[in-house]
């Protein structure tokens, strides 16, 4: 009896570790972060979460001011498609002079397509008033301009008759593991390729692909 044909992978996956590290606002304190993960119709999570909310983060003393939160990210997905590859929005708060919790700050990135360890900068940037009055008012009733769906940091329409601000960064670590992306015809290079999964969310050094 001839021995069964292994059947052809039809979906990838898509494992992703690491941690929202840092901060840098110099102009506010006591600040803490929401996440989320936003991804096409064709990707689907099977562990980990989605979003989350840290704890709050008062400056350290060093020179640079940092806002450490080490916040852990930790989620898996499965598609059959990389349209829509998976970004993470970050959106960082804290209170104001009234003791209200406003924004300081959003921003977006494109978890990285290669497997490894990666650290990301991301800028980030605030929506303003589009007037004066309007500012005064916002901040006289602690109500400052926000978005209510932090998908549209990621997605990017009507973004253009926005206006926005820059305001501080956030520093991000990715461990990222993928399975069966070359079997179903697509090609990346690890950043560490002598690095074994048994990296992944261990020492932190790496990992290379499963594909």
């Given amino acids: 009896m001839a021995a069964a044909m292994p059947s052809p992978a039809t979906v990838f996956m898509l494992m992703i570790g690491g941690q929202v590290e840092s901060g840098q606002f110099p102009e506010f304190d006591d600040l803490y972060l929401k996440y ?27 020179s640079e001011e940092l806002l450490v939160w080490n916040f852990p990210l930790d989620i898996t997905f499965k598609s059959t498609n990389p ?33 490894g360890r990666h650290t990301r900068t991301v800028p980030m ?26 998908r549209v940091v990621a997605r990017g329409e009507g973004r253009e008759v926005t206006r926005v601000r820059s305001q501080g960064h956030v520093q991000v670590c990715f461990n990222i593991v993928t399975k069966d992306l070359k079997k ?28």
């Fill in 83 to 115: 349209f829509g590859w998976p970004q993470l929005v970050l959106s960082v708060y804290g209170p104001d002079v009234f003791g209200n919790d406003v924004v300081r700050g959003y921003g977006a990135v494109h978890v990285p397509i290669t497997p």
């Fill in 184 to 211: 179903l015809g697509y090609e990346t290079t690890s950043s560490f390729p002598h690095m074994s999964v048994e990296g992944f969310g261990s020492s932190g050094a790496g990992a290379a692909s499963l594909s």
């Fill in 36 to 62: 989320c993960f936003v991804f096409g119709n064709d990707w689907a999570p099977t562990a980990g979460l989605e979003e989350g909310i840290s704890q709050i983060s008062t400056k350290n003393q060093g």
């Fill in 125 to 150: 940037f605030v929506p303003e008033s589009s007037s004066l009055l309007q500012r005064l008012m916002s901040w006289l009733k602690g109500r400052r301009p926000e978005y209510t769906d932090l």
